[in-house]
């Protein structure tokens, strides 16, 4: 179903995807509300978080 959406993607991505923009995104980040990964200074966030983060806010 997700299949579409690539595995990894950037903050930026993941905020599109959202419909979230980028200052919120990273503070979602910062506070631990969204599942990420961290490389150096770049920071991932994994489909399924981003799956996740969408399945708990609609049963909310």
């Known amino acids: 179903m997700y299949d579409d959406i ?5 903050v930026e991505e993941a905020g599109k995807l ?15 509300r969204i599942l990420h ?5 770049r920071i991932l966030i994994p ?3 981003v799956v996740d983060f969408l399945t708990s ?4």
């Open 37 to 41: 990964i961290k490389n150096g200074k």
């Open 47 to 49: 489909r399924n978080a």
């Open 57 to 60: 806010y609609s049963k909310d």
């Open 18 to 32: 959202l419909h979230i923009g980028r200052n919120r995104m990273y503070d979602m980040v910062h506070d631990g």
């Open 6 to 10: 690539p595995l990894m993607l950037t």
